[in-house]
Every structure is written in C-alpha cells, then in structure tokens.
C-alpha cells in the first residue's frame, strides 16, 4: 500500500506559477511510475504528465507541453509538478498516481494509488 499527499495547490493569476508536491510513504517509491491527473467540474479525471521510475522519461499531455514540468526525488520519495503560464482552463482538482510496471499510462485505469487532491484555480 502507498499513500500520496499532494500539497501546493492554490488560487493563481492567469500567467503565472504553481508547484504542486506529492509525498508518498512508500520506501521503495523508486519503483514506481507516477503521474499527475486533474479533474474539474462535470469533467472526466484527464492526464497531465508522468515519469518514469529514474526520472529519466517523462510524458506530458498536449494541453500542457511545454508549460509544465514533472519531476521527482526518489530519496525523498517525493513528485513534483512545476506549472508555468497557468491558464484558466487548468482549474481542477489535482491527483498524484503511482502504479506498478514501467508504461507512463495516460489513462487513470493502470495507476494502483491515489492522492486526495489538490484544488488549483486560475482566475483570469
């Protein structure tokens, strides 16, 4: 069992920035995928990015290529999720995802674990 506290959320100007952490528990986090996923009102959970278990590899949904930038510390069993040019489309709730295996899975189905999230909006 892992569990994963996300904090860093807030309330953002459009353009600007947000750090989002995920602490997990496990001691072995290094052998795990993690993923960011957000989920607004009425909206399905969508992909925002994973990383591989090194931290070598990372994928990022189109929406947020080159705007955000995820990261991890395996000796502090920590992710990161850096987000530049914060828009207003980005408002949602913010999970941290860990799964078994080695595929950065964009659907929400293959990741065992889950945060409770962390609430982002953006005002315009």
């Known amino acids: 069992q892992v569990q994963l506290v996300e904090s860093g959320g807030g309330l953002v100007q459009a353009g600007g920035a947000l750090s989002l952490s995920c602490a997990a528990s496990?001691?072995?986090?290094?052998?795990?995928?993690a993923a960011w996923f957000r989920q607004a009102p009425g909206k399905e959970r969508e992909f925002v990015g994973a990383i591989s278990r090194s931290g070598g590899t990372t994928s990022y949904a189109d929406s947020v290529k080159g705007r955000f930038t995820i990261s991890r510390d395996n000796a502090k069993n920590t992710v990161f999720l850096q987000m530049n040019s914060l828009k207003p489309e980005d408002t949602a709730v913010y999970y941290c995802a860990t799964r078994t295996g080695v595929t950065l899975a964009a659907t929400p189905g293959p990741y065992d674990f889950w945060g409770q999230g962390t609430q982002v909006t953006v005002s315009s």
């Open positions: 496990a001691p072995t986090f290094s052998r795990y995928v």
